[in-house]
Nanobody, 123 residues
């Protein structure tokens, strides 16, 4: 089970850190990802990280302002978001899948999803 938190309302230029807490004792076997979905749009990958945190992936459009990380001792993945803009407004979802070593970038490859947390950026 995944529990996402940390969303909220922030002004343009501000920052937020999202957290995704995983229950169970197999967090170290999970590749993690953050996705976002704005109203009327598809769910897009924001960032992905492999099971040990040694590899990350960001789509070109997300590079520079978003940082994914994980703390395996706390069974938690994070998404640090800086210089937020109104176009970043969306529901943000964390996702997980059992994976030997690689990052996972396609949403249909993930097996587990959190409930989503709303991020709203005002101009």
């Amino acid at each position: 089970q995944l529990q996402a938190s940390g969303g909220g309302l922030v002004q343009a230029g501000g920052s937020l850190r999202l957290s995704c807490a995983a229950s169970g004792r197999t967090f170290t076997t999970l590749a993690m990802g953050w996705f976002r979905q704005a109203p009327g749009k598809e769910r897009d990958l924001v960032a992905a990280i492999n099971r040990n945190g040694g590899s990350t992936y960001y789509p070109d459009s997300m590079k520079g302002r978003f940082t994914i990380s994980r703390d395996n001792a706390k069974n938690t993945a994070y998404l640090q978001m800086n210089s937020l803009q109104p176009e970043d407004t969306a529901v943000y979802y964390c996702a997980a899948v059992f994976q030997l070593s690689s990052v996972v970038v396609r949403s249909n490859q993930y097996d587990y999803w959190g409930q989503g947390t709303q991020v709203t950026v005002s101009s």
